[in-house]
């Protein structure tokens, strides 16, 4: 089944303490993203990935890192995490290319975060 | 402004009556149109890309998009209990860029 996986799917932690969300496709697809999810202020990407080793931040890139060593995995590092990094995110990823622009998103089922 | 706009508050509608939503985008290189939906709790899921001008049907769903105007909407028609859910609009540009819109909460009533 083609999907978009996330682990894990809930995740409760404490201020400082590193983590990683990870995310992988199966669908061969080499335009990955990551979103956060926030009442009131929709999704906002935080980076994204047109190929492996090619990052590039989003909207709201602060107090995360990325990295695209396999096509199929775009994990996602909170080095430091914060109490306003309480959120929900999505992993996503499409076809990219020269019709890339028409291409459906994929998204993962969501990561539901809290930092205490 | 920002970059896609989705301003109207929670739609209710009656079970069978038609939903409208709309959407308005600053970016003029945005070449493809998406809207989404999403139940509370769960990822967006694609229910309509439009990249022309004009509408485009889908079953009960029909996207209109205006490029002059820089307006994108969905209808709903014969709207049912199961599409109480919120509709992102979404637009992407040549870097690939999906951009969102906040996102329409719709409530249909039986």
């Known amino acids: 089944e083609a999907q978009v996986t996330q682990n894990p799917r809930y995740l409760i932690t404490v201020t400082g303490k590193k983590l990683t969300v990870t995310c992988s496709q199966n669908?061969?697809?080499?335009?990955m993203s990551w979103y956060r999810q926030d009442p009131g202020l929709g999704l906002r990407q935080i980076y994204y990935s047109m190929n492996v080793e090619v990052t590039d931040k989003g909207d709201v890139p602060e107090g995360y890192k990325v990295s695209r060593k396999e096509k199929r995995n775009f994990p996602l590092i909170l080095e430091s995490p914060s109490p306003n990094q309480t959120s929900l995110y999505f992993c996503a990823s499409s076809l990219s290319g020269t019709s890339g622009i028409y291409n459906e998103q994929f998204f993962g089922p969501g990561t539901r975060l809290t930092v205490l | 402004q920002k970059e896609v706009e989705q301003n109207s508050g929670p739609l209710s509608v009656p079970e069978g009556a038609i939903a409208s939503l709309n959407c308005t985008y600053s970016d003029r290189g945005s070449q493809s149109f998406f809207w989404y939906r999403q139940y509370s709790g769960k990822s967006p899921e694609l229910i309509m890309s439009?990249?022309?001008?004009g509408d485009k049907e889908d079953g009960r769903f029909t996207a209109q998009l205006n490029k002059a105007s820089q307006y994108v909407s969905l209808l709903i028609r014969d709207s049912q209990p199961s599409d109480s859910a919120t509709y992102l609009c979404a637009t992407r540009g040549g870097n690939n860029r999906l951009a969102f819109g906040k996102g329409n909460q719709v409530v249909v009533i039986p």
């Open positions: 669908m061969n697809h080499e335009y």
């Open positions: 439009i990249y022309s001008n």
